[in-house]
Nanobody
Framework: QVRLVESGGGLVQAGDSLTISCEVSGRTFSNYSMGWFRQAPGKEREFIGAIAWSSGKTYYVNSVRGRFTISRDNTKNTVYLQMNSLKPEDTAVYYC????????????WGQGTQVTVSS
């Protein structure tokens, strides 16, 4: 089994920065993908970016590209989402998820952490 535990959410003001973490434990593989998603009140959960664990290659959707950075620390089995220039519309519950081979689907999810950006 794979377990994901997130931490670091909170209340910030517009323009602030915040970093949230996702610690991965359990059975993993050398080559898998970690994704970040968010769900705002009354909206569908949306994908915002991902990182390939082995290569460190990242991908972002347009709405966060240039403001958010995904990174990982292999020694700590932790992936990070650094969020800069936060906007009120970034307010959401943020989730990390793991896509393991061979399915390569986001089958494993963290519990979510609330990020609230005040104007």
């Amino acid at each position: 089994q794979v377990r994901l535990v997130e931490s670091g959410g909170g209340l910030v003001q517009a323009g602030d920065s915040l970093t949230i973490s996702c610690e991965v434990s359990g059975r993993t593989f050398s080559n898998y993908s970690m994704g970040w998603f968010r769900q705002a009140p009354g909206k569908e959960r949306e994908f915002i970016g991902a990182i390939a664990w082995s290569s460190g290659k990242t991908y972002y959707v347009n709405s966060v590209r240039g403001r958010f950075t995904i990174s990982r620390d292999n020694t700590k089995n932790t992936v990070y989402l650094q969020m800069n220039s936060l906007k009120p519309e970034d307010t959401a519950v943020y989730y990390c998820a793991a896509a393991l081979p061979p399915r390569d689907q986001y089958d494993y999810w963290g519990q979510g952490t609330q990020v609230t950006v005040s104007s």
